[in-house]
């Protein structure tokens, strides 16, 4: 007999780890490997709570190892309370028109829980034309008119070179000083980092937000942004 992935990794789980049967509430003794298939086959609902531990366990790991990666910003990147209790990192590309359809949950948050810090990390996958908008927004961050830029760039649609140049002006940028910043090895070095650590985490696409101990890919209403903030305070 073959097991489909799933059940072999919940099968593994369920063998090694008594704290992981306890955490989704199952009132059993640690089964004995032999006990395990049948317990599995007596019991199929729990597979789908223990593969969620474990996916919860093994992403908590993951935001550990790249924790100042994440939760440290680019200076100049951050809205709402740069004190804040919780911080929501969020990755995005200009190019991503589901970033720009999370910018009003994002503003929605800030105004309904002034708690929240948000982190904003440049994560450009989609186009050429993403990697030199993040450029800019690294520049538009080191001259403090990060949010500015990034409203004005998300509010022109496609990041072409005019929608850029129009932000930038918008955002009021000294262009001679953005340029040497665009062109900068640090910025380039800044947008690495960013792609290396997404990589880690097991992003794939944008938006992806880190918050808590917990990766959420693609874009959210503003009831479970709250959930998982919630969740990451409760958690401290």
């Not at 002034?114 to 908008?133: D, H, W």
Request: proline content about 7%; charged content about 20%.
């Amino acid at each position: 007999m073959t097991l489909r992935p799933v059940a072999l990794a919940a099968l593994l789980l369920l063998a090694g780890v008594l704290g992981g049967l306890a955490a989704i509430g199952i009132q059993a003794l640690r089964p004995a490997p032999g006990d395990v298939r049948a317990y599995l086959l007596a019991h199929p609902e729990v597979l789908p709570e223990a593969m969620a531990k474990l996916q919860e366990r093994e992403t908590g790991k993951l935001i550990a190892q790249h924790r100042d990666a994440v939760f440290t910003p680019y200076p100049g990147m951050v809205g709402g309370n740069p004190a804040g209790d919780v911080t929501v990192v969020t990755y995005m590309d200009y190019a991503c028109g589901y970033c720009r359809q999370s910018l009003p949950e994002i503003a929605a948050l800030t105004a309904s829980d002034k708690g929240v810090r948000i982190v904003y990390r440049e994560l450009p996958i989609l186009s050429p034309s993403s990697r030199t908008a993040a450029a800019w927004a690294i520049a538009a961050a080191e001259q403090g008119k990060y949010l500015p830029f990034h409203t004005a760039l998300f509010a022109a649609g496609r990041p072409t070179d005019a929608a850029i140049a129009a932000a930038a002006a918008k955002a009021g940028l000294d262009l001679p000083r953005a340029r040497r910043i665009v062109a900068a090895p640090a910025t380039a070095a800044e947008l690495e980092k960013n792609l290396r650590t997404a990589g880690g985490l097991g992003v794939t696409g944008t938006p992806a937000w880190v918050i808590g101990d917990r990766v959420i890919s693609g874009a959210i209403a503003q009831d479970r942004l709250v959930e998982a903030v919630g969740a990451a305070r409760a958690a401290g």
